[in-house]
C-alpha cells in the first residue's frame, strides 16, 4: 500500500546517500575520525593533466609548493615590511562589530536580516593596527573581496606585482600591466587544464575575530595561505539537503551611528563596535540565506531550528597552512576560520593571516551534479512548504 513521503523519510534518504557519498570519495564519515590521508596532500603542484583528473573527480585537495615560484612572497612574512611596501595607499576594508560579514543576523525584534559590513578605506598600516587591536569594544576588520581585488584596486598593485611568478616578474616591468592580467597570475597547471585564466583573484587579510558564514561557491577554487592558518568547515554538494536555507530575508549594513559622520577614511582607533548600527537597504532584494553555522552547537539559538541539520553527517574539517593551497571544487559548501601567525619575529601583535583565492569559472557547476542537488534541495522545501516556483529545477 502506497503513502505520502514523510519528513522523515526524506532525510534518512538524504543521510543514506550522504554515506554512501562520501564513501566512494574515500571521506571520514565524521570529523573526529580525520586522519592524515584526508584530504590527499600532494608534496608538488599538479600537471595540468592531473589537475583536469582532481576536477573531475571533484574532491579538495591540499596541494603544496604551488607559490614557491614567487620568491616576494617571503617578504610577506614581515608586517612592517607590508606597511612600508604599501605606504599611505588606502585599500577597502570591511568593519562589523561581530566578525561577520555577509551573514544573517538575529535582532532583538526577533527578525533574522542579513547584514552587510560597513566598507571604510584606510592605510595599511593602520589596518594591522586594527587587526592587533586588543580591546574589546573594537570593531572587526577584514580586508576582503569577492570582486578580484588584488587584479582591479591600484591601491594594492604593489602586492599584485608580488604575487607574479617568478618569471613574468623578471620579464615585464609595467605593474599596470601585470594588476590586469589574470592569466599571468595564475597557476599554470589550472589555467592549462581548464583551458581559461582565473575569473577572479582575491586578497584576504584578518585575524582570528573574522569569520565567513556558510555558502557555495561555483567555481573551482584554489586558495593559497600565505600567512597563519585558515580552517575550513566543509560538506560535499550532495549534502547541501542539511543546510537549511531561511526565507528570503531583508538586506541591511553596518553603518556609523549619527552622532559620528561617515567619511572615506576612518582611524582604526576612532570606532568602538557600538558606535555601528544597522541600518536596512530598501533598494535591496531579500536574499535567503544558509542558516546552520559549524561554530555553534546544533542546540543554539541559530541552529536549533534546523531539524535536518541536526541528524546530519558533521563538516569536514581542513586546516590549510602557510604556503599550502587547497583546491576546494566549485559547489562545495563551505565555512572559513582563521588564525593569526606569531608576528614573524616582530611579536605576536603583528600577528596576520593573509590568504590569496582564484576562482576559475567551472563548466562541472552546472552538470547533472548541479541538477540533482537542486532536486534534492526543492524536494526538501515541498515538504516543508516552503517551496515557490522559482526553486524549480
Given at each position: 500500500m502506497s503513502r505520502a513521503l514523510t519528513e522523515q523519510d526524506y532525510v534518512d534518504s538524504c543521510l543514506g546517500l550522504s554515506k554512501e557519498g562520501r564513501e566512494l570519495l574515500g571521506i571520514p564519515l565524521d570529523s573526529s575520525s580525520s586522519s592524515s590521508s584526508w584530504p590527499p596532500l600532494l608534496s608538488?603542484?599538479?600537471?595540468?593533466?592531473?589537475?583536469?583528473?582532481?576536477?573531475?573527480?571533484?574532491?579538495?585537495?591540499?596541494?603544496?609548493?604551488?607559490?614557491?615560484?614567487?620568491?616576494?612572497?617571503?617578504?610577506?612574512?614581515?608586517?612592517?615590511?607590508?606597511?612600508?611596501?604599501?605606504?599611505?595607499?588606502?585599500?577597502?576594508?570591511?568593519l562589523t562589530p561581530n566578525g561577520?560579514?555577509?551573514?544573517?543576523?538575529?535582532?532583538?525584534?526577533?527578525?533574522?536580516?542579513?547584514?552587510?559590513?560597513?566598507?571604510?578605506?584606510?592605510?595599511?598600516?593602520?589596518?594591522?593596527?586594527?587587526?592587533?587591536?586588543?580591546?574589546?569594544?573594537?570593531?572587526?576588520?577584514?580586508?576582503q573581496s569577492q570582486g578580484s581585488n588584488l587584479t582591479s584596486e591600484p591601491a594594492l598593485s604593489p602586492?599584485?606585482?608580488?604575487?607574479a611568478p617568478r618569471s613574468h616578474a623578471s620579464s615585464t616591468t609595467a605593474s599596470s600591466t601585470?594588476?590586469?592580467?589574470?592569466?599571468?597570475?595564475?597557476?599554470?597547471?589550472?589555467?592549462?587544464?581548464?583551458?581559461?585564466?582565473?575569473?577572479?583573484?582575491?586578497?584576504?587579510?584578518?585575524?582570528?575575530?573574522?569569520?565567513?558564514?556558510?555558502?557555495?561557491?561555483?567555481?573551482?577554487?584554489?586558495?593559497?595561505v600565505v600567512r597563519g592558518v585558515k580552517e575550513f568547515y566543509l560538506w560535499p554538494p550532495a549534502e547541501g539537503w542539511a543546510l537549511e536555507e531561511t526565507e528570503p530575508l531583508p538586506i541591511y549594513q553596518w553603518s556609523i551611528d549619527g552622532k559620528k559622520s561617515d567619511s572615506d577614511y576612518i582611524a582604526p582607533n576612532a570606532l568602538k563596535s557600538s558606535d555601528l548600527v544597522l541600518r536596512p537597504v530598501p533598494s535591496a532584494p531579500?536574499?535567503?540565506?544558509?542558516?546552520?553555522?559549524?561554530?555553534?552547537?546544533?542546540?543554539?539559538?541559530?541552529?536549533?531550528?534546523?531539524?535536518?541539520?541536526?541528524?546530519?553527517?558533521?563538516?569536514?574539517?581542513?586546516?590549510?597552512?602557510?604556503?599550502?593551497?587547497?583546491?576546494?571544487?566549485?559547489?562545495?559548501?563551505?565555512?572559513?576560520?582563521?588564525?593569526?601567525?606569531?608576528?614573524?619575529?616582530?611579536?605576536?601583535?603583528?600577528?596576520?593571516?593573509?590568504?590569496?583565492?582564484?576562482w576559475y569559472e567551472s563548466d562541472a557547476a552546472f552538470s547533472d551534479?548541479?541538477?540533482?542537488?537542486?532536486?534534492?534541495?526543492?524536494l526538501g522545501k515541498k515538504l516543508d512548504g516552503t517551496f515557490v516556483k522559482e526553486d524549480e529545477v
Open positions: 608538488r603542484p599538479p600537471s595540468a593533466l592531473e589537475f583536469s583528473r582532481l576536477v573531475a573527480r571533484s574532491s579538495p585537495v591540499l596541494i603544496e609548493g604551488c607559490v614557491d615560484d614567487r620568491p616576494a612572497l617571503k617578504e610577506w612574512s614581515s608586517t612592517n615590511w607590508l606597511m612600508e611596501r604599501m605606504g599611505s595607499a588606502k585599500v577597502n576594508v570591511a561577520r560579514a555577509d551573514d544573517l543576523l538575529l535582532l532583538h525584534q526577533g527578525q533574522d536580516v542579513f547584514a552587510l559590513p560597513l566598507e571604510v578605506d584606510m592605510t595599511f598600516k593602520d589596518l594591522a593596527s586594527a587587526l592587533s587591536s586588543r580591546k574589546e569594544d573594537a570593531p572587526v576588520a577584514y580586508l602586492l599584485c606585482d608580488d604575487f601585470r594588476s590586469k592580467d589574470n592569466a599571468s597570475l595564475s597557476f599554470l597547471f589550472a589555467t592549462q587544464a581548464l583551458d581559461k585564466e582565473p575569473e577572479a583573484i582575491n586578497l584576504w587579510v584578518g585575524n582570528a575575530r573574522a569569520f565567513t558564514s556558510t555558502h557555495r561557491d561555483h567555481y573551482e577554487n584554489l586558495f593559497t531579500k536574499t535567503p540565506w544558509i542558516r546552520p553555522s559549524p561554530l555553534e552547537t546544533r542546540t543554539s539559538k541559530r541552529n536549533a531550528p534546523c531539524k535536518r541539520y541536526a541528524q546530519s553527517l558533521p563538516p569536514l574539517r581542513v586546516k590549510v597552512g602557510q604556503g599550502q593551497t587547497l583546491y576546494l571544487p566549485a559547489g562545495w559548501y563551505h565555512a572559513v576560520a582563521q588564525q593569526v601567525d606569531d608576528g614573524q619575529g616582530e611579536g605576536a601583535s603583528a600577528g596576520l593571516c593573509i590568504a590569496i583565492n582564484q551534479r548541479w541538477a540533482w542537488t537542486q532536486f534534492q534541495r526543492s
